[in-house]
Protein backbone atom coordinates (compact mmCIF):
# COMPACT_ATOMS: atom_id res chain seq x y z
CA UNK A 1 0.00 0.00 0.00
CA UNK A 2 3.16 2.50 0.58
CA UNK A 3 4.71 1.89 -2.46
CA UNK A 4 1.57 1.99 -4.48
CA UNK A 5 0.67 5.53 -2.55
CA UNK A 6 4.25 6.68 -3.02
CA UNK A 7 4.37 6.17 -6.62
CA UNK A 8 0.82 7.86 -7.45
CA UNK A 9 2.00 10.49 -5.25
CA UNK A 10 5.24 10.97 -6.87
CA UNK A 11 3.99 10.61 -10.66
CA UNK A 12 1.36 13.49 -10.11
CA UNK A 13 3.73 15.83 -8.21
CA UNK A 14 5.64 15.58 -10.97
CA UNK A 15 3.06 15.75 -13.77
CA UNK A 16 1.66 18.67 -11.91
CA UNK A 17 4.87 20.64 -10.99
CA UNK A 18 4.60 20.40 -7.22
CA UNK A 19 7.72 18.29 -7.05
CA UNK A 20 9.13 16.64 -3.66
CA UNK A 21 7.12 18.63 -1.47
CA UNK A 22 3.83 17.68 -2.96
CA UNK A 23 4.51 14.47 -3.50
CA UNK A 24 5.17 13.93 0.45
CA UNK A 25 2.11 16.18 0.97
CA UNK A 26 0.46 14.01 -1.56
CA UNK A 27 1.31 10.72 0.02
CA UNK A 28 0.63 12.11 3.23
CA UNK A 29 -2.93 12.70 2.18
CA UNK A 30 -3.49 9.10 1.15
CA UNK A 31 -1.66 7.53 3.92
CA UNK A 32 -2.13 9.42 7.45
CA UNK A 33 -6.19 7.77 7.41
CA UNK A 34 -5.60 4.62 7.01
CA UNK A 35 -2.37 4.56 8.65
CA UNK A 36 -3.90 5.89 11.97
CA UNK A 37 -6.65 2.87 11.53
CA UNK A 38 -4.15 0.54 11.32
CA UNK A 39 -1.97 2.06 14.23
CA UNK A 40 -5.59 1.79 16.51
CA UNK A 41 -6.48 -1.82 15.65
CA UNK A 42 -2.97 -3.07 16.16
CA UNK A 43 -3.32 -1.27 19.83
CA UNK A 44 -6.64 -3.34 20.71
CA UNK A 45 -5.84 -6.72 18.87
CA UNK A 46 -3.50 -9.45 19.12
CA UNK A 47 -2.30 -11.30 22.22
CA UNK A 48 -3.03 -8.52 24.13
CA UNK A 49 -6.73 -8.28 23.50
CA UNK A 50 -7.24 -11.71 23.84
CA UNK A 51 -5.66 -11.55 27.09
CA UNK A 52 -7.64 -9.15 28.28
CA UNK A 53 -10.82 -10.14 27.16
CA UNK A 54 -9.92 -13.75 28.81
CA UNK A 55 -10.05 -11.80 31.98
CA UNK A 56 -13.34 -10.14 31.54
CA UNK A 57 -14.84 -13.55 30.56
CA UNK A 58 -13.43 -15.29 33.61
CA UNK A 59 -13.60 -12.51 36.15
CA UNK A 60 -14.57 -13.90 39.29
CA UNK A 61 -13.41 -17.74 38.54
CA UNK A 62 -11.04 -19.62 40.62
CA UNK A 63 -7.47 -20.27 38.91
CA UNK A 64 -8.96 -23.78 38.25
CA UNK A 65 -11.75 -22.78 36.80
CA UNK A 66 -10.47 -20.35 34.71
CA UNK A 67 -8.02 -23.49 33.36
CA UNK A 68 -11.15 -25.39 32.57
CA UNK A 69 -12.66 -22.33 30.80
CA UNK A 70 -9.32 -21.84 28.94
CA UNK A 71 -9.32 -25.46 28.05
CA UNK A 72 -12.74 -25.96 26.82
CA UNK A 73 -12.96 -22.48 24.61
CA UNK A 74 -9.93 -20.62 24.63
CA UNK A 75 -9.24 -21.80 21.13
CA UNK A 76 -12.17 -20.81 19.50
CA UNK A 77 -12.29 -17.44 21.52
CA UNK A 78 -8.67 -16.52 20.26
CA UNK A 79 -9.62 -17.64 16.92
CA UNK A 80 -12.78 -15.81 16.63
CA UNK A 81 -11.07 -12.44 18.48
CA UNK A 82 -8.25 -12.41 16.14
CA UNK A 83 -10.69 -13.24 13.02
CA UNK A 84 -13.04 -9.73 14.22
CA UNK A 85 -9.82 -7.68 14.67
CA UNK A 86 -8.60 -8.52 11.40
CA UNK A 87 -11.69 -7.58 9.63
CA UNK A 88 -11.30 -4.40 11.07
CA UNK A 89 -8.44 -3.50 9.39
CA UNK A 90 -8.13 -1.34 6.00
CA UNK A 91 -6.82 -3.69 3.51
CA UNK A 92 -5.92 -1.04 0.35
CA UNK A 93 -5.64 2.54 0.11
CA UNK A 94 -7.44 4.28 -2.80
CA UNK A 95 -5.26 6.21 -4.90
CA UNK A 96 -7.55 8.45 -6.14
CA UNK A 97 -7.05 12.09 -5.17
CA UNK A 98 -7.59 12.64 -1.27
CA UNK A 99 -10.82 14.55 -0.38
Do not use: H
Not at 37 to 43: D, E, T
Not at 60 to 71: A, H, L, T, V
Amino acid sequence: MDAEALGVSYSKSIANGSGLVGAVKMYSDLRCKVSGKVVLANRNMGTTAVLREVEKKCDGMSRNDKEQWIEKNGKEFFTKLISECRKSMPKSVSCAEPT
